[in-house]
């Protein structure tokens, strides 16, 4: 969530930057602020002249007025006035306050200077590239659904019976590549510094909206109708809400994490060819790292941040590149974002690349939903910390361009060095 303060003060740069990604106007919520400003100064002076009157009523008594006289009596009825005033006020108050928050909460966050200025996707900027020596070559490539039926990892008809389409069972090896590539995502990423951490896949409103899930892409999610709880979309939802509420210590910063989540979406809009590729499913498997940083060197930790999922990609020696998403292409609580696209031949006629990961710099966006501070020592108030995201890597898709890059002319699909001995075999 963006400052009202700060937008107050900087309403035509606010403006300006946030037309770099849609048609947003923040007049109405800066007129909204200084109805509440008024409105609260109206509230503090008549405050004040209540306290005041109640001293009054004090002195008076104390220096011999008869505490029902006449005189006494005039005071109590105008600080009675007051305290009426002062209750119907307060309705007001509370309803500025939760229409500005409602505006605010639908607003994204603004581009980091450093984001390239763009409409959509077409306008993201390629960054580098890695393993073009290792692009399979060839006519007969098979895309990963067929591979996968082939040698009966993957099951998409039965899936229909358990759920329905848009969801894969796995099977024999396919499950066990599942697991282990989870797991050896999670071993690099803890061999980095990142500690593990298990959060509920079940999440109430309050971690959604601290996330930015929430109000934006309620119908993107599932929502458990009696309760006041969610089906995870991604494990960076919970992790945002750990600290929610908490002042933490500046020495403490940075604390970064990584977790394991099934994550749950509806993919609206997503039909075709998705309902039968490890692509755009309801369901799927992810590692996420996620980094609560201070402020200053939130820019050097998206870096490493992306080229630590960059090493997961180098590991498995799949081909990819680094995009760096424009303004209009930007997800709603990030300001800056690169994009890790893995090479599929399946995608397109002559293969493409498909993002495998996001890495995110969200500033203090989050934060000030989640009201997530520090404190450091020696010095007076608070400040935000600056959170940071990125998939490390999103499971199904990498078991994708795995079953894709990997796969042999007699039909069996080798198995990547660093996943063997997870594994124990060499080939699917």
């Not at 450093?114 to 590239?129: H, L, Y």
């Not at 992790?239 to 500046?250: G, Q, W």
């Not at 300001?335 to 203090?364: F, H, Q």
């Amino acid at each position: 969530m963006l400052d009202i303060r700060q937008i107050r003060d900087n309403l035509e740069d606010f403006q300006t930057r946030l037309g770099l990604r849609g048609d947003y106007d923040l007049g109405a919520i800066v007129a909204l602020h200084q109805q509440q400003r008024d409105l609260d100064t109206q509230c503090a002076d008549l405050q004040t002249r209540s306290n005041r009157i109640g001293k009054d009523v004090g002195m008076k008594i104390k220096n011999g007025a008869d505490p029902k006289g006449d005189e006494v009596k005039a005071l109590r009825d105008e600080g009675n006035q007051i305290k009426a005033q002062l209750a119907d006020l307060e309705p007001q108050r509370k309803e500025l306050e939760a229409q500005i928050e409602t505006l605010l909460l639908a607003i994204p966050n603004v581009p980091d200077p450093a984001t390239p200025i763009g409409k959509d996707d077409s306008e993201n900027v390629e960054v580098r590239r890695w393993g073009d020596e290792h692009i399979p070559q060839g006519t007969d490539l098979k895309p990963h659904w067929e591979v996968g039926e082939t040698l009966g990892i993957l099951n998409f008809e039965r899936s229909v019976k358990i759920a329905q389409s848009r969801f894969v069972t796995l099977i024999g090896a396919g499950a066990a590549l599942e697991r282990a590539l989870i797991q050896f995502m999670l071993d690099q990423h803890i061999e980095a510094g990142f500690i593990e951490v298990l959060p509920p896949f079940l999440i109430n409103s309050q971690s959604l909206t601290t996330s930015g899930q929430l109000p934006k892409f309620a119908e993107e999610s599932f929502q458990c109708k009696n309760d006041d709880l969610w089906l995870t979309p991604t494990a960076e939802v919970p992790v945002t809400s750990l600290y929610r509420d908490e002042i933490l210590a500046a020495d403490d910063l940075p604390i970064y994490h990584c977790a394991y989540t099934p994550c749950f979406r509806r993919e609206a809009g997503s039909y075709g060819r998705y309902t039968r590729v490890l692509i755009r499913l309801h369901q799927f498997n992810k590692v996420e790292m996620f980094k609560f940083v201070h402020p200053d060197t939130s820019d050097a930790e998206l870096e490493s941040l992306t080229q630590q999922a960059e090493s997961i990609l180098q590991a498995l020696k799949l081909p990819y590149r680094v995009v760096q998403l424009c303004s209009g292409d930007l997800g709603f609580s990030a300001i800056k974002t690169y994009d890790l696209e893995v090479w599929l031949p399946s995608a397109g006629e002559s293969g493409m690349y498909r993002e495998i990961s996001s890495c995110s710099n969200c500033g203090d966006f989050q934060a000030r939903r989640g009201k997530i501070r520090f404190k450091e020592s020696g010095k007076k108030g608070t400040q935000l910390v600056h959170t940071l995201n990125g998939s490390g890597l999103a499971i199904g898709r990498t078991m994708a361009a795995i079953l894709e890059n990997y796969q042999q002319p007699d039909g069996t699909v080798k198995i990547p060095e660093v996943l063997q001995p997870y594994m124990r075999r060499d080939v699917l």
